[in-house]
């Protein structure tokens, strides 16, 4: 499978401020993915992260919250724009290829005070 | 109805018994279903990964799958303190290519 790694690892910010979270793969990958998982919840799908072309978000989240960015197959971005509280949760970039499994990196915990 | 169900548990087996872990979903169109194991504070971790009916085997894993009653599932074998964790189910259907999962069920191995 291939290494995925994201940055920060974690971080706490202040309210009204953003955060972006790298998620870099040692190999290309069709499909690249961002989750969240709040405290004791299980994962929810942010947006699939197209290469070339503007994310396709879930429903419940939007481009200006989670502004998404993929410049090519081994990288992206996902910022969490004016941050409140609720936005506190492990953010976490999973890839894989066309149809098949999919890995997750190690995830970037984010307190918001 | 949720379209991936587990029972959240949590699931307490001896240590060398065997654990049973379920799952059903509600898409008759999911073609892909996967196992996922998740340490509390890491992310979550492929173990096991299905897409025809019947069983697949893995060392002490066996993944289960019967898309007539929309059901899938996990066996560990011979558990041990170490597999401690939550496991979560997810399924995929091709149409979407997006991966649902369920809440997960919590696993505790006591020695």
């Known amino acids: 499978s291939a290494v995925i790694s994201q940055k920060p690892s974690r971080d706490i910010c202040q309210r009204g401020t953003s955060l972006t979270i790298q998620c870099q793969v040692d190999s290309q990958v069709t499909m690249m993915f961002w989750y969240r998982q709040q405290p004791g919840q299980s994962l929810t799908l942010i947006a699939t992260?197209?290469?070339?072309?503007?994310?396709?978000?879930e429903s419940g989240f939007v481009i200006d919250k989670f502004p998404i960015s993929r410049p090519n197959l081994t990288f992206s971005t996902l910022t969490v724009s004016n941050m409140s509280p609720e936005d506190s949760s492990i953010y976490l970039c999973s890839v894989g290829q066309l149809y098949n499994e999919q890995f997750f990196g190690p995830g970037t915990r984010l307190t918001v005070l | 109805q949720k379209e991936v169900e587990q029972n959240s548990g949590p699931l307490s087996v001896p240590e060398g018994a065997i654990a049973s872990l379920n799952c059903t979903y509600s898409?008759?169109?999911?073609?892909?279903f996967f196992w996922y194991r998740q340490y509390s504070g890491k992310s979550p971790e492929l173990i096991m990964s299905?897409?025809?009916?019947g069983d697949k085997e893995d060392g002490r894993f066996t993944a289960q799958l019967n898309k007539a009653s929309q059901y899938v599932s996990l066996l560990i074998r011979d558990s041990q303190p170490s597999d401690s964790a939550t496991y979560l189910c997810a399924v995929k259907n091709y149409n979407t290519d997006k991966l649902i999962f369920g809440t997960g069920t919590r696993l505790q191995v006591f020695p």
């Open positions: 299905i897409y025809s009916n």
């Open positions: 992260a197209n290469q070339g072309s503007e994310a396709t978000y």
């Open positions: 898409d008759r169109g999911s073609q892909s």
